[in-house]
């Protein structure tokens, strides 16, 4: 196949989603994109990369807050007044998604990418999950924090990213129904996954 194609990662936090992603990417020789879209965005826009990583998926979308503290309803211009919605950093950091799917074959990681690129005619969107223990020992051990403040800073986060996701795309964070393949980190650990699964990107486009 010489199209042109593009694998999403949805990830549960401590599932190895990244790690995965980003040996995904190296085994296929092709770009990856988790936080440096933040940085792209940043500078195709000419705003600062902060004004992004606070309407990053971390961020709660239970309802949009304007930066600086200023609410902005959904629908806005780009601008509110000063400050700018959060819709509409969404909207530019998806313009740059879009931009790089159309030049190269790439892995992206988080912000509703498969949403994003629904359009796209070669796009493989995958959801990766862990068991809760191992989720807990490896967010424990990445950032130098006891267990049970792990098990809390994974619950909220995965709460937010639901609610990210949920918001923009329409659709349910972590259910089957909204990917082409969800798969538990947990059984064949993060080398083997990100194995199994280039098989199947290899199948699934063509691959040689």
């Not at 989603?17 to 933040?38: C, M, N, P, S, V």
């Not at 996701?165 to 972590?174: A, I, L, P, T, V």
Request: proline residues 1%.
């Amino acid at each position: 196949m010489e199209e042109r194609f593009i694998i999403t990662i949805g990830r549960q936090l401590g599932s190895g989603g990244r790690q995965i992603g980003e040996k995904l990417a190296e085994h296929l020789g092709i770009a990856f994109y988790d936080k440096e879209l933040i940085q792209i965005a940043a500078k195709e826009s000419g705003l600062g990369k902060e004004f992004f990583e606070q309407a990053d998926e971390k961020t709660s979308h239970s309802f949009f807050t304007g930066l600086f503290g200023i609410e902005v309803q959904p629908g806005t211009s780009i601008y509110s007044g000063s400050y700018l919605s959060n819709e509409m950093l969404f909207k530019i950091q998806s313009d740059v998604i879009r931009e790089l799917a159309a030049k190269e074959s790439c892995v992206f990681v988080g912000r509703c990418a498969d949403y994003v690129l629904k359009d796209h005619p070669h796009c493989l969107n995958i959801f990766i999950s862990a068991d809760l223990n191992d989720r807990i020992r490896r967010i424990a051990e990445i950032q130098k924090v006891p267990e049970k403040k792990a098990a809390d800073i994974i619950e909220k986060t995965d709460k937010k990213r639901a609610g990210y996701y949920n918001y923009f795309s329409n659709k349910d964070w972590g259910t089957a129904e909204s990917y082409h393949l969800c798969i538990n980190s947990s059984v064949l650990g993060i080398e083997d996954t990100a194995g199994f699964i280039y098989r199947f990107v290899k199948e699934k486009f063509g691959l040689r």
